[in-house]
Nanobody
Framework: QVQLVESGGGLVQAGGSLRLSCSASGRTFSGWTMGWFRQAPGKEREFVAA????????YYTDSVKGRFTISRDNAKNTVVLQMNSLKPEDTAVYYC???????????????????WGQGTQVTVSS
């Protein structure tokens, strides 16, 4: 049984930083893709970033490029989202997700991911 547990959310002022972690368990993730999505109140869940567990290629939505960095620690089975220069519009619940054999064309879509964490709240005050 795959389990994803997020941590690291909280309240921060605009311009500040937060580091989200996703602890993955239940199998080896070689060949999988790990993603971060977020959902603000009244909005659809949207893609933030993803990383290939094998090889480490990373992908970002345009609004976070240059501010967020996704990385993984193979030994600890952990995926980290480092968020810098946070803006009030980054406020959302952030979810970790995992999926197998996700094609590049589908990497930003929710439906390619098989497993989801419970989410962690990130609030950025202005």
């Amino acid at each position: 049984q795959v389990q994803l547990v997020e941590s690291g959310g909280g309240l921060v002022q605009a311009g500040g930083s937060l580091r989200l972690s996703c602890s993955a368990s239940g199998r080896t993730f070689s060949g999988w893709t790990m993603g971060w999505f977020r959902q603000a109140p009244g909005k659809e869940r949207e893609f933030v970033a993803a990383i290939r567990w094998s090889g480490g290629s990373s992908y970002y939505t345009d609004s976070v490029k240059g501010r967020f960095t996704i990385s993984r620690d193979n030994a600890k089975n952990t995926v980290v989202l480092q968020m810098n220069s946070l803006k009030p519009e980054d406020t959302a619940v952030y979810y970790c997700a995992a999926g197998r054999n996700i094609l590049l064309v589908a990497i930003q879509g929710r439906h390619g991911y098989d497993y989801w964490g419970q989410g962690t709240q990130v609030t950025v005050s202005s």
